[in-house]
């Protein structure tokens, strides 16, 4: 668990190197449809800081598989994000998360407590352990993403180069 | 080209804050079989600075398509990087990054250097600026990899959420 929130810690400080000061078009990019750009990225890590990761930790300790945790809105960073800077979000998201690790440090989680079930609304019985496992997954599953739509800006630029490219090729290789 | 340029110079602090002091396990942590860990990946980082991408732009400005690049070796990086430590690898990398956008300012390219031709060994012929784009998302594509193989050192941890994660079911959705 202490590697799950090493890198945890270090989420705020990679998006920041990546993504701060970086031109609008780019932290606006994204991929068509409705896909995701950098910035709406930022308000959903957010969104999960507040809502998701620690309270859910909280309601199975609490309550364990009495209760299912609330169902988690995968749209609210639109709420969140409107009318904010790239800039406010990554020290709201830095800022958050601190508190957030800090809240789970005072938790003094045993080995004991990670193995405790709770109840995911649609998935069924998960536990703790794999709760926080999920938690620092998604946020390497949010810093591929973002990279792998500022890169998609290059998509034509890269020529031949496309063949060996895999964040453009969408092979995963 | 000036936003390639502001990607290029975030990678190593990018990959600074993500790597710098994680524990042994997970920097030298692969994919199975010979893929690579994330040190690995900063061993190519460098060897890419020194042989490949401004390299080559000199090369394209001065032989056109008359020279072929010189083959980029894939497994330079064990190498590189024998006996290293990670630490000193991320500060050689950001050293070299540094001196690489120093000596492509240097060049003062114009719209027409960027269309100048030359010739890959394997793919034909390039432009200067199909080279330059393809160096941004190089850098990016590292990015994932790396955020990518330390999120699969928790693929069974993370439990039935394993479904809703891509950078571990391996769709890139």
Same mark, same amino acid.
């Given at each position: ?24 078009? !780019? ?16 308000? #959903? ?17 609490? #309550? ?55 109840? #995911? ?13 999920? !938690? ?38």
């Amino acid at each position: 668990m202490e590697e799950a929130v090493a890198v945890l810690a270090r989420t705020p400080a990679t998006l920041d190197a990546l993504l701060r000061g970086l031109p609008d078009d !780019w932290v606006m990019a994204h991929e068509g449809g409705d896909t995701w750009s950098p910035f709406d990225v930022m308000g #959903h890590l957010i969104h999960g800081e507040r809502t998701d990761w620690v309270p859910r930790a909280r309601i199975i300790l609490e #309550h364990g598989e009495t209760r299912a945790f609330d169902t988690f809105d995968r749209l609210a960073q639109f709420a969140v994000s409107e009318g904010r800077t790239l800039a406010s979000l990554l020290d709201e998201f830095a800022t958050l998360r601190q508190e957030s690790l800090h809240e789970l440090a005072t938790l003094r989680l045993t080995n004991a407590d990670l193995d405790r079930r709770g109840r #995911h609304p649609a998935l069924g019985v998960v536990t703790l352990r794999q709760l926080l496992s999920t !938690w620092m997954a998604h946020d390497l599953d949010h810093v591929v993403q973002i990279a792998r739509v500022l890169a998609r800006q290059y998509s034509d630029e890269v020529g031949p180069w496309r063949a060996y490219l895999r964040i453009i090729s969408g092979t995963q290789g």
